[in-house]
């Protein structure tokens, strides 16, 4: 394995051209960084909005490829050769059985619990920096994961031919640890939280120069979540919706949703309007709901203890940044216990067939909470954010979903059977009911 070879910064015909500090306005060539050298701010992705605006289309974007890379004008990759592996166009689904159980009446799920090609969100983001990896020169690409980058990482990696090492805790579901061998990388289970291992991942990215997507390759990462935007403006007929409720991690995706509505509204490929942006976090790993609700700028570090692993981060980079989101548009960052991520990932599953991992059960569960408090207007086009698939985090929900009935292969063991099963049915809606 070694060290990117090349900092290959041809831009022509590139609609991005450089690096800028979020935080003190330092710009930068667009090299594998992603810390600002005079205030340590984090670094973004800059784009000439002039020439999108006069090339870019809602016809071009429509003759697309029917993936992420319909929209490639919009990310930081500087030539057509991507790795594209299907990522994207996801349904995006006008929820029913959900919505009525819910009291709403305009509620549609963008379902990347069917993203390709490792059922998650984290599909988009490697697929973008991969890319830019490449044209970057490495070929060792790693991260630091709760799982499911993880295994998008090694996935999009085996893909595009470069070795891989992804590093991950070592109490990890046994799904994503699978999910992530199966495609033959080194995988280093860390003795620690993801923060500890995030930390670590940062010492070998200095020391051994590989391109580690969610570090130093992280600007061109998290515009692959713009894309969950981008989608959602076009399968709405492009219109933008009046409200969003999605998971908050490192506070990445919640923000650059954000920024992928107001990059279509900013090349006048969408009419723009006020969107409200809510956040989902588990009770055992919420620093950046604690903030929200404290009325605070900042974000105390915790130490994750909940279920939800794949959205536990107790020092997210983004977290600020998520908070001063739902402050200015009115929005809201609430958090919800284990037994409420369980419920809400059955809520999802017995209303409307789709299995979510954890993350999907907390998001759920905070729209639920979100209606019930009654900061969800029923009229308004709410979209909710589905991230991952219940079948990497199954140890989530057993216990809590029965178990089959095992019946002799008669019909009178099946009548017997039967009966007892609609009678416990009977039981449950009572008590619901109670």
């Not at 404290?294 to 203890?305: A, H, L």
Request: charged share 25%; proline share 4%; net charge negative.
């Amino acid at each position: 394995m070694t060290q990117a070879t090349t900092n290959n910064l041809n831009l022509t015909g590139a609609t991005f051209d450089k690096l800028k500090c979020k935080e003190c306005g330092e710009e930068y060539a667009p090299e594998a960084k992603h810390v600002c050298e005079v205030c340590f701010g984090p670094l973004e992705v800059q784009y000439n909005y002039d020439l999108l605006r006069q090339t870019v289309t809602r016809a071009t974007i429509e003759a697309g490829p029917n993936s992420i890379w319909r929209y490639r004008k919009f990310l930081p990759v500087a030539t057509e050769n991507v790795i594209d592996v299907g990522t994207g166009m996801t349904p995006l689904i006008k929820s029913e059985r959900l919505a009525r159980r819910l009291g709403l009446k305009n509620l549609y799920i963008k379902n990347d619990a069917v993203n390709m090609p490792t059922l998650s969100f984290k599909d988009r983001v490697v697929s973008v920096a991969l890319s830019r990896a490449r044209e970057l020169g490495f070929s060792t690409v790693s991260c630091a994961s709760t799982g499911n980058l993880a295994n998008s990482t090694a996935a999009i990696a085996a893909r595009a031919g470069l070795d891989c090492c992804v590093f991950v805790p070592a109490d990890l579901e046994a799904g994503k640890i699978l999910g992530t061998l199966i495609y033959n990388p080194i995988l280093m289970a860390v003795k620690g939280n993801y923060d500890q291992v995030n930390r670590l991942c940062s010492e070998v990215a200095n020391t051994h120069g590989w391109g580690f997507v969610n570090i130093n390759l992280r600007p061109y990462y998290s515009e692959g979540s713009k894309t969950l935007g981008y989608e959602v403006i076009e399968q709405l007929g492009w219109k933008l919706p009046d409200h969003v409720v999605a998971p908050i991690a490192s506070g990445s995706l919640f923000t650059k949703i954000h920024k992928g509505f107001q990059e279509f509204v900013k090349v006048g490929l969408v009419d723009d309007k006020a969107v409200r942006f809510s956040g989902a976090q588990a009770e055992g790993c919420s620093p950046v709901a604690s903030a929200f609700k404290e009325g605070r700028d900042f974000i105390t570090p915790v130490k994750p203890n909940t279920i939800a692993k794949s959205i536990a981060i107790g020092n997210p980079a983004d977290g600020v940044y998520a908070v001063e989101l739902a402050n200015k548009t009115n929005g809201n960052i609430e958090c919800v216990n284990d037994e409420e991520v369980i419920q809400g990932i059955k809520l999802l599953a017995e209303t409307e067939g789709i299995f979510t991992e954890t993350a999907g059960g907390t998001t759920i569960a905070v729209l639920k909470k979100l209606v019930e408090a009654g900061k969800i207007d029923p009229e308004e086009t709410t979209v909710v954010y589905i991230t991952g698939n219940g079948l990497k985090t199954q140890e989530a929900v057993q216990g809590d979903v029965g178990e089959p009935l095992t019946i002799e292969p008669k019909l009178e063991s099946f009548e017997r059977a039967i009966e007892r099963a609609r009678t416990l049915d009977r039981l449950e809606w009572q008590q619901v009911l109670v």
